[in-house]
């Protein structure tokens, strides 16, 4: 098991790059997919070697209840640093498990909270209107899938404008948006190293519906304007686990307009070989493949050790 049991856990750190070139060189759509595939692989690849780690730290503990020969000197060769690698993995993997339990309860407790007070309300087909002045509008996923938008909201925007909105929350709950959200904070939870990725697959989701809305109104600039419109008026998200239409930030709002803007971006899911975003993705590719790689390796290692040092 040697090395490879801790290599797993600075890995993460190559999809970096690309988690900040892939939105300029692919359609948001493959933007999501990607990041969030390498976040699942590379969290559940450094969880398992945080479990080896556990695994050999608790056999060393006094008082467990494993086997005595699992705390023997070739289980303790195994991992190099073994007390202290192997205490600070218990203490790592519990706070990770926590974090992340925290962060699953907090996500369906708003989503039960926000549908049992949108129930109440009169709403037509999926829309329910809020009797609050303030402008928001976001998507909340469910059985079924609403979409709560406020009467401040309708009032900034014109019919037109309004068509943009329904359809990029719609993009929003049809395209699974939260699932990929969820997916890319639990991996952050696992590992702090992969916490740029929520910021990344949160921007590429909003541009992914984005693109949606444009393509159902047919007219760019009337969603651009609909958005830029709607970031001058909304506050701050008090939901970030909902997926909102505008809400006011300093560098993606602009970022949204600007590439509304632009051309349609191409509809490939890699970016070319030949630039600096397509190096960047073989980087995340060989830096996931390592760290899979590595954590089958360290825990083939550790059942072999295990199962030896075990009498039948």
């Not at 209840?65 to 190099?80: F, H, K, N, Q």
């Not at 984005?210 to 109104?217: G, I, K, N, P």
Request: aromatic share 4%; charged share 15%.
């Amino acid at each position: 098991m040697g090395v490879f049991v801790f290599l797993p856990l600075v890995l993460p750190l190559t999809a970096l790059p690309i988690a900040r070139l892939a939105g300029q060189h692919l359609h948001p759509r493959g933007t999501t997919r990607l990041l969030t595939v390498l976040a699942a692989v590379l969290a559940v690849c450094s969880t398992l070697c945080l479990g080896l780690l556990v695994v050999v730290g608790t056999a060393q503990l006094p008082g467990n209840p494993l086997p005595d020969s699992w705390s023997d000197p070739e289980v303790r060769a195994a991992v190099p640093y073994v007390e202290t690698a192997g205490t600070a993995g218990i203490v790592a993997l519990t706070a990770a498990l926590v974090t992340c339990a925290g962060e699953l309860r907090r996500h369906y407790r708003v989503r039960a909270r926000t549908h049992r007070a949108l129930d109440v309300l009169p709403h037509r087909s999926d829309v329910a209107v809020l009797p609050d002045d303030a402008p928001y509008a976001y998507a909340v996923p469910g059985r079924p899938g609403r979409i709560a938008v406020s009467r401040g909201m309708l009032r900034t925007l014109d019919a037109d404008e309004r068509r943009a909105l329904f359809a990029h929350e719609r993009a929003h709950l049809t395209g699974r948006h939260h699932r990929f959200l969820l997916t890319v904070r639990l991996a952050g939870c696992l590992n702090p190293l992969l916490l740029p990725l929520r910021s990344a697959v949160a921007f590429s989701t909003e541009r992914w519906a984005d693109e949606e809305a444009a393509r159902a109104v047919g007219d760019r600039r009337l969603t651009a304007r609909a958005v830029g419109k709607a970031a001058l008026v909304s506050r701050p998200a008090v939901t970030p686990e909902l997926a909102h239409f505008a809400a006011p930030g300093p560098g993606p709002v602009p970022r949204r307009v600007a590439a509304l803007l632009a051309p349609v971006p191409p509809a490939r899911s890699w970016p070319p070989a030949l630039t600096p975003a397509g190096f960047a993705a073989l980087v995340a590719a060989a830096g996931t493949a390592a760290s899979a790689l590595s954590s089958l390796n360290a825990a083939v290692a550790l059942f072999l050790v295990l199962k030896t040092a075990t009498p039948l």
